[in-house]
């Protein structure tokens, strides 16, 4: 069963063994406006907790997309290339940006459950 995380910049991180599915969370993709445009990183790139993963762009704004953990990428979502609207459709779920084999499990402390995560956006 995969677990589900989300860091203080909008990421989210699904957890299920050493796979690591992450994308941007429903609140960010609202934030973003219509998003037009999504890059993504190269297959087998390593990546590094809070540190830039990949791109977005969006009627309003260009923004980074930081790595919620640690890992390299296995696989990323090519269909967004074709159809990057679709992160506004679905950001938590089809929208999906890259898959990572996870390095460090350990790092997954450092980010909220859904249930903090929710308390987090009430705050801002």
Not at 30 to 52: C, N, R, S, W
Not at 70 to 82: A, I, P, Q, T
Request: aromatic letters at 8%.
């Amino acid at each position: 069963m995969s677990v589900i995380y989300f860091s203080k910049e909008h990421e989210w991180v699904k957890v299920s063994g050493t796979s690591a599915v992450c994308g941007i969370s429903e609140h960010a993709a609202h934030e973003l406006g219509d998003v037009t445009f999504v890059e993504l990183p190269a297959i087998g790139k390593q990546v590094t907790q809070f540190e830039v993963m990949a791109a977005i762009e969006s009627v309003k704004a260009a923004s980074d997309i930081y790595a919620p953990v640690s890992g390299k990428v296995v696989k990323v979502n090519s269909d967004l290339e074709d159809t990057p609207e679709r992160v506004n459709e679905s950001a938590e779920d089809a929208a999906w940006l890259v898959e990572l084999e996870l390095s460090d499990a350990g790092e997954l402390s450092k980010l909220m459950t859904r249930e903090q995560y929710d308390d987090y956006l009430k705050t801002l």
